[in-house]
């Protein structure tokens, strides 16, 4: 990053205290459709896609993009409010998920799966699983890269969160796509266990929480246990711009 900066003439001052507390702080995100989401609260927890075929007796497709980058036996999560767009309900964890995984976690600065076919990489003939490989950092130490560029690339650290974009597309040099190509991903294998102490909050819009007998169990088991719980109004079942907004405003009332 500092190369970058110097080639670019982008002045590099200490972190602003901003991008230190968003970086240290910002939870661990997964979203999906409502319907799976009931079936994930029956279940208790994320499951990978290899660890979900196999349940179900199935292979996975050989040209998805999870088993294209080597990433199938993953469970993908964001740092930072909701970003995987077509759902309507979702988790945050504490970043205390991140301390159980020191030595099988990893992380990048971008969406894995944006690498198939959605951004653009600098060399397109570098192997994709080479590129990927090149660019995972461990956790929780990729908060540091998180936190440099927040006080570099974008105006605003607080920008990350907004998904404004970065004003640097900064040195990795993905172009195209969306919010995901800046975005950090944690990947944890296997699976992650809901009704544990890293739960921090879920989200539900209104309907499914009181109609849906496995969500609203979930909500009953946060209540007993003092997890945040989310619940909100929409026409649509999958309104990822609701689910959206209500994460950045519950990020925002935890940074105060």
């Known amino acids: 990053m500092a190369a970058y900066a110097r080639e670019n003439g982008i002045e590099v001052a200490d972190p602003a205290p901003e991008a230190v507390r968003l970086s240290h702080s910002l939870y661990l995100a997964h979203s999906t459709a409502s319907d799976k989401f ?11 896609a290899t660890q979900l075929a196999l349940r179900r007796g199935e292979d996975l497709r050989p040209n998805s993009v999870e088993v294209l980058l080597g990433t199938a036996d993953s469970v993908f999560l964001y740092v930072a409010p909701f970003r995987y767009p077509n759902t309507g309900c979702g988790l945050l964890f504490a970043r205390s998920l991140e301390e159980h995984h020191l030595d099988d976690g990893v992380a990048t600065p971008f ?3 944006g690498l198939v076919d959605v951004f653009t990489r600098p060399d397109p003939a570098e192997p994709v699983r080479a590129f ?3 660019h995972e950092l461990p956790i929780p130490d990729h908060r540091q890269y998180l936190r440099i560029s927040l006080g570099t690339l974008f105006e605003k650290p607080i920008d990350y969160i907004e998904v404004s974009e970065p004003r640097w597309p900064g040195p990795i040099g993905l172009m195209r796509g969306d919010r995901r190509r800046w975005t ?3 990947r944890i294998p296997r699976e992650v266990w809901i009704r544990t102490g890293d739960l921090q909050a879920v989200f539900a819009p209104i309907s499914r929480a009181t109609a849906d007998p496995e969500i609203n169990r979930l909500f009953e088991w946060c ?3 003092g997890v945040d719980r989310i619940s909100f109004n929409t026409a649509r079942a999958d309104d990822f711009e609701a689910l959206r907004r ?8 935890k940074l105060q």
Do not use: Q
């Open 184 to 186: 950090h991903e944690v």
């Open 38 to 48: 009931s079936k994930i609260c029956d279940a208790g927890l994320l499951l990978s």
């Open 132 to 134: 990927l490989s090149r």
């Open 111 to 113: 969406d894995s799966g």
């Open 223 to 225: 209540k007993s246990e």
């Open 246 to 253: 209500e994460c950045v405003k519950y990020v925002y009332s």
